[in-house]
């Protein structure tokens, strides 16, 4: 008989508080729990006192011998931590490429065009207001849909809704991850230059030239990724471009077959008794199966399920920490309300959002280019559609990007925390109304 850890026993806490909250941790909405209380966080601490600001600003440096980086905290988490970020968002565009959502032609065409119009509809929406002037070169902000937020919306609101909904959303969302990707890499870079690019595009072909001749550390392949980060960093382009490069270049296939691995436990479990003596002899062969069975499982399958909790519980509620702090008053909203930028970000996220999405998949429809999935109807897509102009934590980070100014970054993050708050709200309701209308009018 299998001992069962503290954890999975019949005791009064394990059964009452640890178990739940185990399986709270491991649904989807756990992570927009936890980045919603950093962003409240954030702004609870911002407008309590001063301290906010200075310790996020405070300088902090890494140095071997005569070269180093020194950055503020606050940019150690958005160029540093971030990039671990996209390193997770680039393991998801991947597998969702080779054996998810997006490897069906016809299936992803939906999700496609409707992200595409999803990043348009909003672009153009914010520039109509701010073309020509001070926060033009914001257009990006109200583009990106923050998956966590928008997922643990449709799962609170998800009573009644086709399991295909959430299939739609996530393959929307990745699509917009690779338009944000690309948006921050071509537009949002600065000063680029080309030497440290090399480096890091020769650190790159080492890589991949690794995976070739089956080499499996990854002591080696982190070396050498943390390399890539600081000579991407070096060149220009922002740093969390090097995250999402490794993941798409991260092995989506094992290094072991799984019957392969199976058959060598069966014969190493034939061959062990239960009380071996002296004790622990057959530990070599049992830790080399150990080692067999994760190689069974293919990196990128590993290193999302290492990474992920680490991402969603921790790196980006710690962003949202750092970036989400704004002092509100009523004449800082006031302030914030009457700019450009801050109504382009609302109206992008809001109006834009619902308009682009509904209306790229309508017309991949009507061009019988691709059909709705199982049991979603108009309603449904619609609702997904305003539910994803829940902007969040790209979008900060595209507002720290696009402008130097402060005065206009706080105009944005006021545009972004709202027009996200709008959008979850009519998000909520109409998934809910979506919900409970069973049958077709």
Known sequence: MIGLPWSRSSRRLPT??????QSFLE?????????LAAAVAALVWANIGHSYERVWTQAASVNVGSW???????HWVTDGLMAVFFFVVGLEIKRELTTGELRDRRVATLPIAAALGGMAAPALLYLALNAGGAGAHGWGIPMATDIAFALGVLIVAGKGLPPSLRAFLLALAIVDDIGAILVIAVFYSRGISLVPLAVAGCLLLLMAGAHRVHIRSMAFYGLVGVAVWVAVYESGV????????????????????????????HRIADETTDEPWPPDVDAPQWLRLAAL??????????????L???????IVPLFALANAGIVVSGGAIREAFSSPVTLGVVLGLVVGKAVGISGGAWLANTARLASLPTGVRWRHIVAVAVTAGIGFTVSLLM???????????????????????????????????????????
Do not use: C, N
């Open 308 to 314: 992920h909790p680490w991402s969603s519980f921790v």
């Open 238 to 265: 922002h740093a969390t471009i090097a995250g999402v490069v490794l993941g798409l270049l991260t092995p989506a296939a094992a290094f072991q077959r799984p019957r392969a691995v199976s058959d060598e436990a």
């Open 293 to 306: 069975s994760k190689e069974a499982v293919s990196p990128l399958a590993r290193l999302e399920s290492v």
């Open 16 to 21: 009452l508080v640890v178990r739940p909250l």
């Open 399 to 441: 507002a720290d990007l696009a402008f130097r100014s402060y005065a206009l970054i706080e105009a944005a993050k006021v545009g972004i925390l709202a027009g996200s708050t709008i959008a979850a709200v009519a998000g909520w309701f109409l998934l809910k109304r979506a919900g409970r209308a069973r049958v077709d009018p």
């Open 68 to 74: 180093g980086i020194s950055m503020d905290l606050r």
């Open 27 to 35: 649904t989807e909405a756990a992570g927009g729990v936890f980045l």
